[in-house]
């Protein structure tokens, strides 16, 4: 094969190869973002079972609690943070 025909058989697939990787990049951002939503969802169910006795929900024991509140240290900031912004209709009634 000649170099000419090897240029023209790479412009062929050049256009479909670059389709198809741009198609999975599209794919990869979406579950990428579906993944950092999951965690998020996650880190809130577990500073609702370690504070669900703010809302009336039964909570673990304390020792289980005590031991487990370091990894909960920035989920409180972003409590702290959203109860003390000012009423609104997107913060909610309780302004969280």
Known sequence: MSVEN???IFSKLKTPLTFLWEFHKGFEL?????IK???EELE???ALILFGDYIG???PP??????????????L????E???KEFSVHTGWIGV
């Open 30 to 34: 979406y579950y990428a973002q579906g």
């Open 57 to 59: 929900l039964p909570h």
């Open 77 to 80: 900031y972003v409590m702290e």
């Open 6 to 8: 090897l240029k023209k």
């Open 44 to 46: 809130n169910v577990f």
């Open 82 to 84: 959203k109860s003390t």
């Open 62 to 75: 304390t020792e289980l609690t005590y031991r487990l509140l370091p990894y909960v240290i920035r989920e």
């Open 37 to 39: 939503w999951e965690e």
